[in-house]
């Protein structure tokens, strides 16, 4: 990470949006508490966000326009899709490290995971249950 003169607005708008890999923020977080410059910009940024002055830049970031859909996530996750989208998915993931779309993966993921417990135990309900189906008290 630069030195706190050198971080960019666009950089410190990405951290007020929490756009940042949690590492990039980390770091934006300690030069914020040794930097009185850096506060004042952050201050400056704060205060043109409050009035409604929003840049392209801003935009962007806050419609997350890079972003990819959850589905194209999910095909990525199946390894199906064009090859230039899974391409870039990864890009998107691994080098810009959007947390949103880290946070649809791990979601994705733990879905996947839950409706296969949940099959399992279904299908163990049923075979558990099946012996007893045919017997009647009588």
């Known amino acids: 990470m ?25 770091e934006i ?14 201050a400056v940024i704060i205060a043109r966000r409050d009035v409604g002055q929003h840049g392209v830049g801003d935009i962007w970031r806050t419609a997350r326009l890079s972003c990819p859909t959850r589905v194209d996530v999910g095909r990525f996750l199946e390894g199906s899709g064009e090859v230039e989208e899974r391409d870039y998915i990864r890009f998107h993931l691994e080098r810009v490290g959007c947390r949103y779309c880290q946070a649809n993966v791990d979601d994705l ?3 996947d995971r839950s409706e296969t417990d949940t099959s399992k135990r279904r299908k163990r309900y049923f075979e558990t249950s099946v012996g007893r189906l045919g017997h009647r008290p009588e």
């Open 29 to 42: 977080e300690s030069q914020l508490r040794n930097s009185e410059s850096l506060r004042e910009r952050l």
């Open 2 to 26: 630069p030195s706190a003169d050198l971080i960019a607005d666009s950089t410190l708008e990405a951290y007020l949006s929490e756009q940042l890999p949690s590492a990039n923020a980390a």
């Open 109 to 111: 993921r733990n879905s």
